[in-house]
C-alpha cells in the first residue's frame, strides 16, 4: 500500500526567506507525486508534480520540487517565502498503473505554512 | 475558465434531514470524485466515477450516495446527515489514461453544517 509522511505540522518562515516543507513517501514501483496548496474555505489548488525526468520540477507562484529516489523525498521549496504563500500545503503520491480505472491519490496529513513579517 | 464548480459554497442542514451537494465541470474529465475534509485533516476519498462506473471506498458509510447524470454533473446525497458529517466536501475530476500521470483538479468546496 502506498503512504506518504509529511513529517512537519507546521512550518514558520520569515519573508524573504527560503522555505522548505517536507515529504516522503512509499509507493511501490514507480511513484507519481503531487503538490497542493489549500487556503482557508477553499478547495486545493494544484502546484506541481513530478512524472518523470528532471528530479527539479518547477511548479506555480515560484514553487518548485526535488525528487529524490534513494532519499523517497519530494520537498516543496521556494527561494523568498511571501507572506500570501501562508496556507495548508498537501504531498501526494499514487504510483504508476497500467489500466485505467480512476486517478486515486494518497494524501499526506498536510503541512500548514506560516510565513511572518 | 475552464474549472470544477460546486454549490453551494455553505449548506446547513439539521439532523437527518437528506441533504445533496453538486458539483460540475466544464474540463470534460472522464473521472470524477468526491473526498470528505475534516478540520484541516488530508481529504478521505468517499468514491469516484470512471465514465458511469461507480466505485466506493470500502470505509465509506452507506449514509453516502452519488448519481452522475451525465459527463458534466455529480451529485452527493447523504441520506440521513450525523452531527459527525459535518465537513468540507470537496469535488474533483481528472482525465484518466493509461499510467496515472493525470493531475485531479479541485472546486472550492462545500461546507456542511449540520444542526
Known amino acids: 500500500a502506498q503512504s506518504v509522511a509529511q513529517p512537519e505540522d507546521q512550518v514558520n518562515v520569515a519573508e524573504g526567506n527560503p522555505l522548505t516543507v517536507k515529504c516522503t513517501y512509499s509507493v511501490s514501483g514507480n511513484p507519481y507525486l503531487f503538490w497542493y496548496v489549500q487556503y482557508p474555505n477553499r478547495g486545493l489548488q494544484f502546484l506541481l508534480k513530478?512524472?518523470?525526468?528532471?528530479?527539479l520540477v518547477k511548479g506555480s507562484y515560484g514553487f518548485e520540487a526535488e525528487f529524490n529516489k534513494s532519499q523517497t523525498s519530494f520537498h516543496l521549496k521556494k527561494p523568498s517565502a511571501l507572506v500570501s504563500d501562508s496556507a495548508l500545503y498537501f504531498c501526494a503520491v499514487r504510483p504508476y498503473i497500467l489500466t485505467g480505472g480512476g486517478n486515486k491519490l494518497t494524501f499526506g496529513t498536510g503541512t500548514q505554512l506560516k510565513v511572518e513579517l | 475558465d475552464a474549472m470544477v464548480i460546486q454549490n453551494p459554497r455553505y449548506q446547513v442542514t439539521q439532523f437527518g434531514k437528506p441533504v445533496t451537494l453538486s458539483c460540475s465541470q466544464t474540463l470534460n474529465h472522464n473521472v470524477m470524485y468526491w473526498y470528505q475534509q475534516k478540520s484541516s485533516q488530508a481529504p478521505k476519498l468517499l468514491f469516484h466515477y470512471y465514465d458511469k462506473d461507480f466505485n466506493n471506498e470500502a470505509d465509506t458509510p452507506d449514509n453516502f450516495q452519488s448519481r452522475r447524470p451525465n459527463t458534466s454533473f455529480c451529485f452527493l446525497d447523504i441520506r440521513s446527515p450525523g452531527l459527525g458529517d459535518a465537513a468540507m466536501y470537496l469535488c474533483a475530476t481528472s482525465r484518466d489514461v493509461a499510467g496515472g500521470q493525470e493531475t485531479q483538479y479541485f472546486g472550492p468546496g462545500t461546507r456542511l453544517l449540520v444542526l
Open positions: 513530478y512524472i518523470t525526468g528532471d528530479n
